[in-house]
């Protein structure tokens, strides 16, 4: 992922104009997050590394806290 889809990616999340962008943006990093790990669980060769599950868990952390936040 490079600087540029991550900057994308935080001005999305972080947006709060438009909530249907910010939801997409949240949508589309659990899609690379999932990705990453299906990935990391496939390839044969290595050792598997937590990287993608602490980032999935980070951003429903995120997720959650910031719904709870602006919807009461």
């Known amino acids: ?7 994308k ?3 999305g ?3 709060t ?5 910010r939801e997409w943006a949240y949508a589309g990093y659990l899609y690379n997050c999932i990705l ?7 390839c044969p060769e290595g050792e598997f590394t937590a990287g993608a599950v602490v980032a ?13 936040v602006y919807v009461s």
């Open 17 to 21: 104009k438009y909530k249907l962008l």
């Open 36 to 42: 990453a790990l299906a990935g990391n669980a496939i």
């Open 1 to 7: 992922m490079s600087i540029f889809e991550t900057l």
């Open 56 to 68: 999935i868990v980070l951003l429903m952390v995120s997720y959650f806290i910031r719904r709870k």
């Open 9 to 11: 990616i935080c001005i």
């Open 13 to 15: 999340m972080y947006n």
